[in-house]
């Protein structure tokens, strides 16, 4: 009686512990299941492009808001090559990751509805060491408008130096008391040959002394109003003498 009654509580304990074994599985391959439905979900639906590539760079799978990005229909990309999408000028920029590296990359890259070049952000990782993944993973958007800002930015900033460098007008920038900029016509008016030479002076130093504390007024009047009412000013002069000038102040970024 004692032999079956342990051989029964022997065999419970399998029975439970084989139970328990089998819910665990079942609890984490439910598990497993749910957090890659999740992911799938997160990928399928997200505004940026996510795109698994090969060693050759060719395309093994694209996320719809990658196909939407670039314009192509639903599974028109997989098998391409990303070199052939890419601006040729750009070409050099599609340089491999090590494993395990990530490296960001602007490109240009041709849309496939309009033929128009977009400017693409893409982030790319080497996972090809990863067993479940074995494949670069790419993240991208697209930053047309950004960059198209960028350089509408430098352009201009680039025409107001050329303007401001051509005016025949002295125009002088100041910041702390210490002069950070000259243009040359400022800088011939005073008596240099270059604009270097006067850079880096206190610029109460080209001020005669008797005008200072007037200057110093307007000055605090242009920081706190952000500009001033224009004054007369004499200002030194390279052989030590003063020669009258009209100045207005601004307040503006400058660097």
């Known amino acids: ?15 439970s512990s084989t139970t328990a074994s089998a819910e665990n599985r079942w609890a984490a391959t439910y598990g497993l299941a749910e957090t890659e439905r ?3 979900t997160l990928v399928e639906y997200a505004a940026d492009g996510i795109g698994l590539l090969d060693d050759r760079g060719v395309v093994l799978y694209m996320s719809p808001g990658g196909e939407r990005t670039l314009g192509f229909a639903p599974g028109e990309l997989v098998g391409r090559s990303a070199a052939e999408l890419t601006h040729p000028e ?15 990359r602007v490109v240009r890259v041709r849309h496939a509805g309009d033929g128009a070049w977009r400017w693409i ?39 107001f130096r050329a303007l ?15 002069v950070r900029y000259v243009n040359p016509a400022a800088a011939t008016s005073l008596g240099y040959d270059s604009s270097s030479e006067i850079v880096g002076k206190p610029v109460m130093d080209l001020v005669h002394p008797d005008d200072r504390a007037a200057v110093r007024a307007r000055m605090d009047h242009t920081t706190r109003a952000g ?29």
């Open 90 to 104: 750009d070409a050099h920029l599609l340089t491999a990751p090590a494993p395990g590296e990530t490296r960001t």
């Open 121 to 159: 952000e893409t982030t790319n990782t080497n996972l090809t060491h990863e067993f479940s993944i074995r494949a670069y993973v790419a993240s991208f958007r697209d930053v047309t408008k950004r960059v198209e800002a960028e350089q509408l930015l430098r352009r201009s900033e680039a025409n």
């Open 164 to 178: 401001i460098e051509r005016a025949p007008t002295l125009i002088l920038v100041h910041r702390d008391g210490v």
């Open 1 to 15: 009686g004692n032999h079956l009654d342990a051989s029964k509580a022997t065999y419970e304990r399998a029975l």
């Open 227 to 255: 500009g001033g009412a224009p004054g007369v000013v004499r200002m030194k002069h390279r052989d030590g003498k003063y020669i009258a000038t009209e100045g207005e102040g601004v307040l503006l970024d400058f660097d």
């Open 38 to 40: 999740r992911f799938r």
